[in-house]
């Protein structure tokens, strides 16, 4: 082989390793940012823990592993990266925190890709304003109510302290089931598959 075919044959595979893209996925206050990613075969996503409180990230839904990928659990800092050799939709979760809707959707390649937006835009997303808040705030649901029909609020340790009759705008005004003020911090609320980080203030 000549001097200059080898130097193309080097080039060509140069070109085809570099043109492979991580894609980074920040974790920090119980939410996978972004949720959503579509990638390229060949492509990787490199999951970084930003936050203080430990992680991992696991193939499956619903707190079910399909075996897939797991992370293990990732302290503040630690990273995890996984290549993505064929298409599909690939959904995902936090072994820790998925019952306060820390999930996330891997769409790699074009087929699929419509799939994966249809899913976002019919997923039930639910946003609060103000946020953060002091006295109270307004949860408005972005989609149908096809689901459950409440919202939780949960605190940033897990624990359920608040359920709200789902509507299309719904307030919270910082109680808990019985009553009683929370404290300031970080909540989420959720509704089926959607989930928002609110923080309340002292």
């Known amino acids: 082989m000549s001097r200059l075919a080898l130097a193309i044959g080097t080039l060509l595979a140069f070109v085809a390793v570099s043109s492979a893209v991580q894609v980074p996925v920040s974790i920090i206050d119980n939410v996978f940012s972004p949720d959503s990613v579509q990638i390229d075969p060949g ?3 490199v999951w970084t823990n930003n936050g203080v409180n430990p ?12 075996g897939l990928w797991n992370s293990g659990t990732l302290s503040h800092g630690a ?3 996984r290549g993505f ?17 820390m999930t996330g959707v891997i769409t790699v390649g074009t087929s699929g890709a419509d799939e994966g937006r249809e899913a976002a835009e019919s997923r039930p997303g639910i946003a609060c304003s103000p946020n953060p808040f002091r006295s109270s705030t307004t949860l408005r649901i972005g989609a149908n109510l096809a689901g459950p029909r409440t919202v939780s609020v949960f605190a940033a340790s ?4 608040r359920t709200l009759p789902a509507a299309r705008t719904a307030s919270w005004d910082g109680r808990d089931n019985l009553g009683r003020e929370t404290g300031p911090g970080v909540y989420f ?10 923080t309340r203030l002292p």
């Open 43 to 45: 492509d990787s996503i």
């Open 55 to 66: 992680h991992t990230s696991t193939s499956g839904v619903s707190g079910v592993p399909d």
């Open 79 to 81: 990273k995890f990266t």
């Open 85 to 101: 050799a064929t298409g599909g939709r690939f959904s995902y979760y936090c072994q820790f925190h998925y019952v306060l809707g």
């Open 158 to 161: 897990g624990k359920l302290v």
């Open 189 to 198: 609320c959720r509704y089926g598959s959607g989930s928002q980080a609110v």
